[in-house]
């Protein structure tokens, strides 16, 4: 569709899609025509550990563009919308009309829609929230929310709710009091062309399941086996999808066929996940349905 390929070069191009759905490499292309630069905006892909196991772009696409924020964060990092905010206005300053690219939605509402600024969390209240969580389970852990607070978070989500007692514990204040001071938006949906792929969804589950195929042969299990070193299921580095259940494996507790196959499930649960969020937050984005967007 030419629209999509050759769109206004005055104005930043944002792509949300769902894993495995092709942006990646309509990000490249358009860029490569228009001589921009490509953004990561997926939460693993900035991690310096995963380049097989987070598909990160290739060789051959990183010569055609510039690509910015990808790799660049070391394992151990912990690495917030916040953090990635701050990076890309940086960026924009030194390139103002990027293609950004990725799967991470709240990245894309922090750059839209603004981000609270809330005060970093000590390391120490990070470690005892998790310790909570662990001791006393999620639902107590949102019990102790303030009010306002726990009605506007997924409360079946444990990354939400654990955010959110840290920011009560470090300031004394409910996240939901630091989000009514938002900030105006870094870069509104409204002057960027904003796209959102929507996949067929057995081509994607098929797509999902050649692409960690894909991704075994280039060398995933060998990342994971190296990250046994460093090796934590707190941090976020430890979030990617086929991490666990390979790192399960190098320990002896699964076939590596079983691993695979987990995390292939793994994976298109995730891919829901994704297209019930992108429904529902970015609902002003154009629709592109795949397959079909790059032809």
């Known amino acids: 569709m030419p629209h ?22 309509l990000a490249a292309r358009i860029a490569a025509r228009q001589g921009r630069a490509v953004v990561n905006a997926d939460a693993l892909q ?34 917030s919308a916040g953090d990635w905010l701050r990076e890309v206005a940086g960026v924009l300053r030194a390139h103002p009309a990027p293609v950004i690219v ?6 894309f509402t922090a750059l839209t829609e603004g981000l609270a600024e809330i005060p970093p969390v000590p390391a120490g209240i990070r470690a005892e929230a998790e310790a909570r969580l662990a001791e006393a389970g999620l639902a107590a852990l949102a019990a102790e929310l303030d009010a306002e607070s726990r009605s506007r978070i997924d409360t079946a989500n444990p990354a939400r709710v654990l955010r959110a007692w840290e920011v009560l514990r470090a300031t004394g204040r409910g ?6 001071e938002t900030p ?9 062309t904003a796209l959102v792929l929507e996949p067929d969804r057995d081509w994607l589950a098929a797509r999902i399941d050649a692409r960690f195929d894909a991704m075994i042969a280039d060398g995933a299990l060998e990342e994971v086996r190296a990250a ?14 086929g991490a666990a259940e390979l790192m399960a494996h190098l320990r002896g507790e699964m076939t590596l066929a079983a691993a695979i196959a987990a995390a292939k499930t793994a994976t298109r649960r995730y891919a829901k996940r994704q297209r019930t969020w992108f429904r ?9 349905a795949v397959p079909g967007a790059q032809g």
């Open 4 to 25: 999509q390929l050759a769109p206004d070069p005055d104005r930043a191009v944002l792509i949300a899609g769902p894993t495995a759905s092709g942006k990646s490499a």
């Open 46 to 79: 900035v991690f310096d550990c995963w380049r097989a196991l987070s598909a990160r772009p290739g060789p051959g696409e990183c010569a055609a563009a510039p690509h910015l924020l990808f790799g660049h964060r070391p394992a151990t990092a912990h690495y």
């Open 102 to 107: 990725g799967g991470t939605g709240l990245y």
């Open 175 to 180: 996240i939901a009091a630091w989000q009514a």
């Open 184 to 192: 105006p938006p870094l870069l509104p949906f409204r002057v960027a």
């Open 228 to 241: 046994r070193g460093w090796w934590d299921p707190a941090l976020p580095a430890a979030r990617a999808i």
């Open 280 to 288: 529902n937050r970015l609902g002003g984005w154009a629709r592109i």
